[in-house]
């Protein structure tokens, strides 16, 4: 079975900093998303990572994926308010675009 | 706005009834995904449909069940609700086959079982 692992779970950080959140997978796979979700709200597409090496970056975000390591990061710069979320990785083992099996979700916080 | 509409975008409804939840996916994706968000389980994949067709089965339970009609909207239905049944459920909708493209999502219903 699938397991998608993400770390932290939770991620307090004062505007203007950097840091990472960690997106770990138990299975093969190339396909990796990414995506946000404002407290209460739908979920917003962000990245879509399809290769090992694929760097994909928006704004003060910047996902890659490794999959030989079976890991995909998403960085964030220069932290804003705005920012302030909880981030999914989702990960695709099927033949193409079915079904997603998420991670746990990393709330994040930027504190002014 | 993701084009994907959920109706009602909130329920409640007590222990033992049946609920009928309802998405609209965006114009011209042929493949509906329905998910359960709770705090305890996460986001869960539960169904997928593919022009009419179940394509992939998750964590449903048999108190569960889905369609997809001709016109491409699906309903997800909830019998014998149970407390812990009590979750966001949301809708999303693809070009099936195209991984290059996410999956986009409603806004959700929000089921309450008091």
């Known amino acids: 079975e699938l397991k998608v692992e993400q770390n932290p779970l939770f991620l307090s950080m004062q505007e203007g900093k950097n840091y990472t959140i960690y997106c770990n997978y138990s299975t093969t796979s190339d396909r990796l998303y990414w995506y946000r979700q404002d407290p209460g709200k739908s979920l917003e597409s962000l990245f879509v990572l399809l290769s090992n090496g694929a760097v994909k970056q928006e704004g003060r975000l910047m996902a890659s994926l490794d999959t030989k390591a079976r890991l995909s990061t998403l960085h964030i710069t220069a932290a804003v308010h705005d920012l302030s979320a909880t981030y999914f990785c989702?990960?695709?083992?099927?033949?193409?675009?079915?079904?997603?099996?998420f991670g746990t979700g990393t709330r994040l916080t930027i504190i002014p | 706005d993701s084009g994907v509409t959920q109706t009602p975008k909130h329920l409640i409804t007590a222990t033992g009834q049946r609920v009928t939840l309802r998405c609209s996916p965006r114009?011209?994706?042929?493949?509906v995904y329905w998910y359960q968000q709770s705090l305890d389980q996460g986001l869960q994949f539960l169904i997928q449909?593919?022009?009419?067709?179940?394509?992939a089965k998750g964590n449903i339970l048999e108190r569960f069940s889905a369609q997809q009609f001709p016109d491409l909207h699906s309903e997800l239905n909830l019998s014998s609700l149970e407390l812990g049944d009590s979750a966001l459920y949301f809708c999303a909708s693809s070009e099936q086959g195209k991984k290059s493209q996410p999956q986009h999502f409603g806004d959700g219903t929000r089921l309450s079982i008091l």
């Open positions: 989702a990960v695709d083992t099927s033949f193409g675009n079915e079904k997603l099996t």
């Open positions: 114009s011209g994706d042929l493949s």
């Open positions: 449909y593919y022009n009419g067709e179940e394509r």
